[in-house]
């Protein structure tokens, strides 16, 4: 899949994970048009955003009562692995390793945003969580337990994630 673009499909009326998913994709289109001497230094870029990205979302879901070791968040860690192993063959010289992950993670992060993140969207809205100071307006609608899992999508999700070629 090349050419990912930002659609209304993508969307998940949490405007504070929106913006980095819009981020992520112009990045993600950035390493696509890439010639190859810009490539391994966009793909860097990417994977910065990526964690900052991912951190972000694993934060939200701590503070929400997910376990730390839920499918979402290993989900996230597998994915930036698998992205620094691409900067590491590129770095040395296989630039087409990049070229075939970044259509893969297109395809990957579509999946993962309508399936995973949509969840989290849903159960952070449903909390009243504020991303900006962590205030939750409605704790009661957090459940009494530690959540290991992710919404319902966990099995397809996490072979998608194994699917990104190493
Ligand atoms: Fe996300
Ligand atoms: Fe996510």
Redesign the pocket.
């Known amino acids: 899949m090349a050419g990912l673009e930002w659609s209304e499909a993508l969307a998940l009326e949490l405007p504070a994970m929106d913006e980095v998913h819009q981020e992520f994709v112009l990045l993600l289109a950035a390493v696509q048009e890439a010639a190859d001497g810009q490539l391994a230094g966009r793909w860097e870029e990417l994977i910065s955003h990526t964690q900052m ?2 951190d972000q ?1 694993d934060r939200w879901m701590q503070s929400t009562g997910f376990s730390s070791g839920n499918c ?1 968040s290993l ?2 860690k597998v994915v930036l692995q698998v992205m620094r192993e691409g900067a590491a063959k590129a770095a040395a010289g296989e630039l087409a390793v990049i070229r075939s992950m970044a259509s893969e993670l297109a395809a990957w992060f579509v999946h ?2 309508q399936t ?2 949509a969840a ?1 969207a849903l159960h952070l809205r449903s909390a009243g969580f504020d991303p900006a100071t962590g205030a939750l307006a409605h704790p009661e609608a957090l459940p009494g337990q530690v959540i290991t899992g992710c919404g319902g999508a966990c099995d397809s999700s996490a072979e998608r994630a194994h699917a990104v070629p190493a």
Request: charged share 20%.
């Open positions: 990205h991912f979302e979402h989900q996230h993962h945003a995973m993140d989290l």
